[in-house]
């Protein structure tokens, strides 16, 4: 069965420090993809990231930057230099392959506060 | 420029009552999407279209029928609605069915039912 767990209900950090948002996942398709959302309080779903599973290299935005070790079937989220604008939820989600299309299974979320 | 557009943003209605939710995207894309996420924020898939044809359609009741005009449109009609569909509802797209790119999501639909 394919899914995706985020163990961190919650996280908190210091305003200009680095977070890492915790991923695992569970697949038995060689070929997956991995992304991470953002979801402000406002609501709206933004998408940060993407790591494909032939990946060679870790995937990195700008700020954000994904720790992706295959053995461990893990896709942590690296956020470096945190800003009060960070405060938000975080989904990790996986691409899981359908007969005809595919889909995104998501986490639980993480509800990440940054503090000034 | 928004790309993935939903409407409306909120809607109050009462139990029994049908009512529709409207998404469009300028993106170009192939693929369209429904999620519902519920009071816990957990995000499920409800409905695939590529190209205005059904390709993902998970356990979902009959009384939710997604209709798409065009490949830029995907509406969602909720027949009968119950106490339990009071949820945040996200159109997404994305280029094509294969995952391998994002998909893009609108606002989101607040529904909440009296």
């Known amino acids: 069965a394919q899914k995706i767990t985020q163990t961190q209900p919650g996280m908190f950090v210091q305003e200009k420090e680095a977070v890492t948002l915790d991923c695992t996942y569970d697949?038995?398709?060689?070929?997956?993809?991995l992304f991470w959302y953002k979801q402000p309080s406002s609501g709206e779903m933004i998408f940060l990231i993407y790591?494909?599973?032939?990946?060679?290299q870790n995937a990195t935005e700008g700020r954000y930057s994904l720790n992706f070790q295959k053995a461990r079937k893990s896709a942590n989220l690296v956020i470096s230099a945190s800003q009060l604008g960070d405060s938000a939820m975080y989904f990790c989600a996986m691409r899981v392959k359908e007969t005809s299309g595919s889909r995104l299974t998501f986490g639980e979320g993480t509800q990440l506060t940054v503090n000034p | 420029d928004t790309a993935v557009s939903q409407t409306p943003k909120y809607l109050v209605t009462q139990m029994g009552n049908d009512k529709s939710i409207k998404c469009e995207q300028n993106l170009g894309h192939d693929t369209m999407y429904w999620y519902k996420q519920d009071s816990k924020k957990f995000l499920k898939i409800m409905f695939s279209y590529n190209n205005k044809e059904l390709i993902i359609n998970e356990t979902v009741p009959n009384r939710f029928s997604p209709k798409s005009p065009d490949k830029a449109h995907l509406n969602l009609h909720i027949n009968s609605l119950e106490l339990g569909d009071s949820a945040v509802y996200f159109c997404a797209s994305s280029q094509d069915p294969t995952g391998n790119q994002p998909q893009h999501f609108g606002d989101g639909t607040r529904l909440s039912i009296l």
């Open positions: 790591q494909g599973s032939y990946d060679q």
């Open positions: 697949t038995s398709d060689p070929s997956y993809g």
